[in-house]
């Protein structure tokens, strides 16, 4: 057995139950960062797609956040020295929309741990899955997959080995599209997103770690940023035909200083959409697929 697998041998956490409330602060806040209108109507205060990542946040005291911001263990964090943590993708369905500023209960419990080898080496998959409800009826269910790593942070004036790098991926053949749109985000548009999801990961705002110690070239964009900016195309191009699923997955980091493009394809025979986002140019940074509504479609 691995070192890794060892570490992980018998590590079972116990499902945590919890009730908060997706204030509508916080989505007219988020659309605001996109430059948009709130999409919140008078006779019908429900949350977008995916838009309860506003809600549920972490607030641990700050003497138990880790080195590069996140919380230092306990929780669905896995015991692994030097943890380095991204975000892989992840599914989500709805049954019912969650509603605005009013009571949700998320039972959330880690529904899969696998130990794959990849190229830097050995990583750990663990999925987390959340079952949200309103009122003690399901309303939407969703995995997240999260990769965890080992790596030590280098020795002081050591050059953290290079990840990521933008340069490094090919130009790619754009695909036929449907709907596109284009966003330039900076330093305080990340800022802001962090503050609105509470994520001190300092790889997003902290440019000499990300560079020196997580070696990257940039700072690095939110993978929860590039899934919802692709779903704001059917949230905008296609709002008779609201989403009922979504598969994602994030292949490859996206950085700062360059156009992030998010685009959708033509609706396929079974009514699924393909969507993708990342670097104007550039292969995507994220994949996925959306299924309206059973009864729904457009």
């Not at 806040?29 to 309860?52: I, R, T, V, Y």
């Not at 039972?107 to 190229?119: E, F, H, I, L």
Request: net charge negative; proline share 13%; glycine share 10%.
């Amino acid at each position: 057995m691995s070192d890794l697998a060892s570490s992980l041998a018998g590590w079972a956490p116990e499902p945590v139950t919890r009730t908060d409330r997706v204030s509508s602060w916080s989505v007219e806040a988020f659309a605001a960062l996109l430059d948009q209108p709130s999409p919140l109507a008078a006779d019908e205060p429900f949350l977008p797609p995916m838009w309860h990542w506003f809600g549920f946040l972490d607030h641990l005291p700050q003497g138990q956040l880790g080195p590069d911001g996140h919380p230092a263990g306990g929780g669905f964090l896995p015991p692994i020295a030097h943890r380095r943590r991204m975000f892989a993708g992840g599914r989500w369905r709805q049954h019912r929309p969650l509603p605005v500023d009013q009571p949700i209960s998320c039972r959330s419990s880690v529904d899969s741990v696998q130990v794959k080898a990849g190229r830097s080496g050995e990583m750990a998959f663990v999925t987390v899955r959340n079952e949200l409800s309103v009122h003690g009826e399901p309303a939407v269910e969703e995995e997240q997959d999260i990769v965890y790593r080992s790596q030590p942070d280098p020795p002081a004036g050591t050059p953290a080995p290079a990840r990521g790098a933008a340069e490094d991926a090919p130009p790619a053949e754009q695909p036929p599209f449907e709907h596109e749109l284009v966003l330039n985000p900076d330093a305080t548009l990340l800022f802001r997103f962090s503050a609105l999801t509470y994520n001190a990961h300092r790889i997003h705002y902290d440019h000499p770690y990300a560079t020196g110690v997580e070696g990257y070239p940039g700072l690095v964009v939110h993978g929860p940023l590039l899934a919802l900016l692709a779903l704001e195309l059917p949230r905008r191009q296609r709002p008779h035909a609201p989403v009922g699923e979504f598969r994602y997955r994030l292949r490859r980091p996206a950085f700062l200083g360059t156009l992030l493009r998010a685009w959708s394809a033509p609706a396929g025979p079974d009514g699924s959409v393909e969507l993708a986002s990342g670097v104007l140019g550039g292969p995507p940074s994220l994949t996925g697929s959306i299924r309206s509504k059973p009864g729904e479609e457009g």
